[in-house]
Nanobody, 114 residues
Framework: VQLQASGGGLVQPGGSLRLSCVAS????????MGWYRQAPGKQRELVAT???????NYGDSVQGRFTISRGNAKNTVYLQMNSLRIEDTAVYSC?????????WGQGTQVTVSS
């Protein structure tokens, strides 16, 4: 499985961004797709995940502000990020999990700054 992430950038506090992650390869192996992030000097943390059956899970710090969804093609997940805060600044990485494997895409930088 290969994961291609896109959509990061620079945004002001209170603004919005949408990240996309497209999976290719053995996508039938994927059970969960989602996003994690890592800020400088901090550990990687869960942002949001979405199971194949449509169950979403969010990190506490983004609950109510971020929404994860799946595209019509089923091999794409989106992360809609609203009400962005300076502390949301991080490298966001797309992740996919199968029964036996975990895959990571390249990170995309999200910077929230005035």
């Amino acid at each position: 499985v290969q994961l291609q992430a896109s959509g990061g950038g620079l945004v002001q506090p209170g603004g919005s961004l949408r990240l996309s992650c497209v999976a290719s390869g053995s996508i039938f192996s994927i059970n969960v797709m989602g996003w994690y992030r890592q800020a400088p000097g901090k550990q990687r943390e869960l942002v949001a995940t979405l199971t194949k059956s449509g169950i979403a899970n969010y990190g506490d710090s983004v609950q109510g502000r971020f929404t994860i969804s799946r595209g019509n093609a089923k091999n794409t997940v989106y992360l809609q990020m609203n009400s962005l805060r300076i502390e949301d600044t991080a490298v966001y990485s797309c992740n996919a999990e199968g029964r036996w494997d975990t895959w990571w895409g390249q990170g995309t930088q999200v910077t929230v700054s005035s």
